[in-house]
C-alpha cells in the first residue's frame, strides 16, 4: 500500500498565507452579506407592496430571489471549502469565484431594477454596492471594468425601455408613468451614477491598493529585519567559533611552552642528581652543598613555572573538559598520600575524618587533589607541633573540606589578601611561589565553589582553618 | 632466569637518556634506547626487554600512539611499563594500557633504581 493512498492529494489541508487569509475572509463575507441581501430585498418588496400599495408585479422579484439564494448556496460551499484550505491555488480560485459572484449579482440586479420599476427605482444606486464590493476584491483594471460593465448594464436596460424594445415596469403610485422616457431625467440619473461609480471605483481602488502596498512594505521590512538577525547570529556564531578556535590554539601553546621551558630544566637537575648520588665519583662536601642548592632552585623554578602555566589553562576553561563524576573521599584520599611522610617527619599528627557513603560530585579530579595538596600542604608547612585535621562534611546543597591546623595561624590583616596570586604570608618563611592559594581559589571557583579561611580556628580557637565547598549540581559547568 | 635484565628507555630528551643509561648501567643492567616512539617499538619488538621506561610527551610518536601499537602486539603487550611525565601533562587522557606506574620527572637517579627495581621484581613474579 503506498502512502499516496492514505491522504488524497485534494483533502491535503495547509497553511494559508496572510495574502490567501485576506481574500478568503472576504469571499465568507460577501457570502454571508448575500443572504442579507437576498432578506432585505424580500423584505423591501413587502413594505413597498403591502405598506405603501405600490403597484407592480411580486412574483418576478420573489423568483430572482430565489435564484440569488440558489447560486449563493453553491457560493457557500465553496468558500467553506476554501477556508478549510483544501486543494492548492486558493489566490486564483478566490479571485475566479469573486469575479463570477460580481457578474452575476450585476445582472440579478439588473433583472430586479427592471422589474422593479427601471429608472423610476431610487434602488437604481445599489449599483454602487457593487462597485464598492468589486474595488475591494479586485485588482484595480478590474474594478474598472466591472464599474463599466455594470453601467452598461444598466444604461442598456434603461435604453431597451426607452425606445420600447422591451416593456417598462411602472411602480404605479410612486412615480408617473412618463419618468422613464423623459429624456433629462433618464440622461441626468444615468450621468449621476456613472460618476458616483467611476468615483467610487477610484476612491476604494485607490485606498485598497494603498492598503496592499502597504502590507507588502510591512512584510518586506519584516524579511529585511529577520535576514539582518540571522545575519547578526551567523556573525556571531562565526565569532564563538573563531574564539574557541583562538583558545585551543593557545591551550595547545602553553603546552608547548610547558614543555620546552621544562626539559631544559629537568635535565640540568638531573645532571646534578647523577653528580651528587656519586655515580661520577667522589665529591667534596663543598661540591655537594652547591649541587644541592642548585638541585633546589630547579624545583622552584620548575613548581613556579607549572603554576604560571596552570593559571591560563584554568582561566581558558580548560577544567571544565577534565570533569565528570568523582568521588570526594577518593580524591581527599589521593591526595594525602604523599603528605603522610612529611607530617611524620615533623612529627605531627595528620588525621582524616570521611564521611561513610563518599559523597559524588561532578569535579576535575586531579584539579581537586591539588587544591587539597595545597590546603595541607601548606598546613604541615606552617604547622611545627601539634594535629593537622582534613575533614570532609556532606550537605544537601553541596559538600566540603575543612582542613585546619595548630599552626602559627595567619594574621588579620593578611587574611583578606590570602589569595591573591603571589601573596606571602607576612609571618611566614617566603617558603613557596605565593601561587598555591591563588591557584586553588580558581579551582575550586571554576566548580562553581567557594573558598575561605579563618584563624584561629572556631573550634580549637588555635592555627587557622581552610575550607572550600563545592556544590552538588553542577548542570551550569557545563 | 637472566643474568644482566634489559631495560628499554624511550625518551627524546638525549640528555635525559644518557643520564638514566649511567645510572641504570651502574647497576648492571643493560640498557637499550630510543628517542621517539616509533623507534621505541621497533627495538621492543626486536629486544623484547624487561623492562619499558617510556616518556609520554615526545614528537614522532608520541607515548600514547606507541602505547597503542605496543598493545597490540602480543610479544612485547605483556612487558611492564614504566610511563614518565612532566611536571604538568594533563594526566586526564586515560591511558591505553594499564601502565605500571606514573613516574614524574625529573627522577633522581636513586629513585629511578629503586622503581625499576621494584617493577623488575614485580615483573618476574607475574611472568
Request: one cysteine or more; a neutral charge.
Amino acid at each position: 500500500m503506498k502512502i499516496d493512498n492514505v491522504i488524497p492529494k485534494e483533502q491535503a489541508v495547509r497553511d494559508h498565507t496572510p495574502e490567501e487569509r485576506a481574500l478568503v475572509l472576504r469571499l465568507g463575507v460577501y457570502v454571508n452579506m448575500r443572504w442579507l441581501i437576498v432578506l432585505m430585498i424580500v423584505f423591501a418588496t413587502l413594505i413597498s407592496s403591502r405598506v405603501f400599495h405600490i403597484g407592480f408585479s411580486t412574483l418576478p422579484v420573489y423568483i430572482i430571489c430565489a435564484i440569488i439564494a440558489s447560486y449563493n448556496l453553491i457560493f457557500v460551499r465553496q468558500a467553506r471549502s476554501l477556508e478549510a484550505g483544501k486543494g492548492g491555488q486558493v489566490i486564483e480560485r478566490a479571485q475566479l469565484s469573486g469575479n463570477i459572484q460580481i457578474v452575476l449579482d450585476l445582472l440579478m440586479l439588473t433583472a430586479l431594477i427592471h422589474f422593479t420599476g427601471g429608472i423610476e427605482n431610487p434602488f437604481i444606486f445599489f449599483y454602487l454596492a457593487h462597485t464598492i464590493a468589486a474595488s475591494i476584491l479586485l485588482p484595480q483594471r478590474r474594478a474598472y471594468a466591472l464599474a463599466t460593465l455594470a453601467l452598461l448594464a444598466i444604461t442598456l436596460l434603461v435604453l431597451l425601455e426607452y425606445y420600447g424594445v422591451i416593456p417598462h415596469v411602472n411602480l404605479v403610485g410612486f412615480v408617473l408613468d412618463t419618468r422613464y422616457k423623459d429624456t433629462s431625467r433618464v440622461v441626468g440619473v444615468l450621468v449621476a451614477l456613472a460618476t458616483l461609480v467611476y468615483g467610487c471605483t477610484y476612491v476604494i481602488t485607490a485606498v485598497s491598493g494603498e492598503l496592499r502596498r502597504r502590507q507588502k512594505e510591512m512584510v518586506k521590512l519584516k524579511d529585511q529585519v529577520l535576514e539582518k538577525r540571522t545575519m547578526e547570529l551567523e556573525q556571531a556564531s562565526s565569532e564563538v567559533a573563531k574564539l574557541e578556535q583562538e583558545r585551543r590554539s593557545f591551550v595547545r601553546f602553553l603546552g608547548v611552552v610547558a614543555h620546552d621551558l621544562q626539559s631544559p630544566l629537568v635535565a640540568t637537575q638531573s645532571f646534578l642528581s647523577y653528580i651528587l648520588d656519586g655515580f661520577t665519583g667522589q665529591i667534596t662536601d663543598g661540591q655537594k652543598d652547591l649541587l644541592e642548592r642548585g638541585v633546589r632552585r630547579i624545583d622552584g623554578l620548575l613548581t613556579l613555572i607549572t603554576d604560571l602555566l596552570d593559571i591560563p589553562r584554568i582561566e581558558t576553561g580548560q577544567i571544565a573538559r577534565e570533569m565528570r563524576e568523582i568521588s570526594l573521599n577518593e580524591v581527599v584520599k589521593r591526595s594525602l598520600e604523599g603528605l603522610d611522610n612529611v607530617a611524620k617527619q615533623k612529627e605531627l599528627t595528620l588525621k582524616v575524618e570521611l564521611p561513610e557513603s563518599s559523597p559524588k560530585i561532578i569535579g576535575a579530579s586531579r584539579r581537586l587533589q591539588q587544591v587539597v595538596t595545597n590546603l595541607v600542604g601548606n598546613a604541615i608547612n606552617y604547622t611545627n607541633e601539634g594535629m593537622v585535621l582534613v575533614r570532609v562534611y556532606d550537605n544537601e546543597n553541596e559538600v566540603g573540606v575543612w582542613v585546619t591546623d595548630t599552626g602559627i595561624g595567619i594574621l588579620p590583616e593578611d587574611l583578606p589578601r590570602l589569595f591573591n596570586d603571589f601573596f606571602r604570608g607576612s609571618n611566614a618563611g617566603a617558603k613557596g611561589t605565593g601561587l598555591g592559594l591563588s591557584i586553588s581559589k580558581r579551582i575550586v571557583e571554576a566548580h562553581g565553589g567557594k573558598i575561605w579561611a579563618e584563624s584561629p580556628d572556631p573550634e580549637t580557637k588555635k592555627g587557622s582553618r581552610f575550607t572550600f565547598t563545592i556544590p552538588k549540581k553542577q548542570t551550569a559547568a557545563r | 632466569m637472566k643474568q644482566k635484565p634489559k631495560i628499554l628507555v624511550v625518551d627524546d630528551d638525549v640528555d635525559l637518556v644518557a643520564v638514566m643509561k649511567g645510572t641504570l648501567e651502574s647497576k648492571a643492567y643493560e640498557v637499550i634506547t630510543a628517542y621517539n616512539g616509533k623507534d621505541g617499538l621497533d627495538k621492543a619488538k626486536k629486544e623484547k626487554p624487561d623492562l619499558i621506561l617510556l616518556d609520554i610527551m615526545m614528537p614522532v610518536m608520541d607515548g600514547f600512539n606507541f602505547a597503542e601499537q605496543f598493545v597490540k602486539d602480543p610479544s612485547i603487550a605483556k612487558i611492564p611499563v614504566l610511563a614518565l611525565t612532566s611536571f604538568s601533562d594533563s594526566l586526564g587522557q586515560p591511558f591505553p594500557f594499564q601502565v605500571s606506574e606514573y613516574l614524574r620527572k625529573p627522577l633522581k637517579p636513586k629513585e629511578l633504581i629503586a622503581k625499576v627495581e621494584e617493577h623488575l621484581k614485580r615483573g618476574g613474579s607475574q611472568t
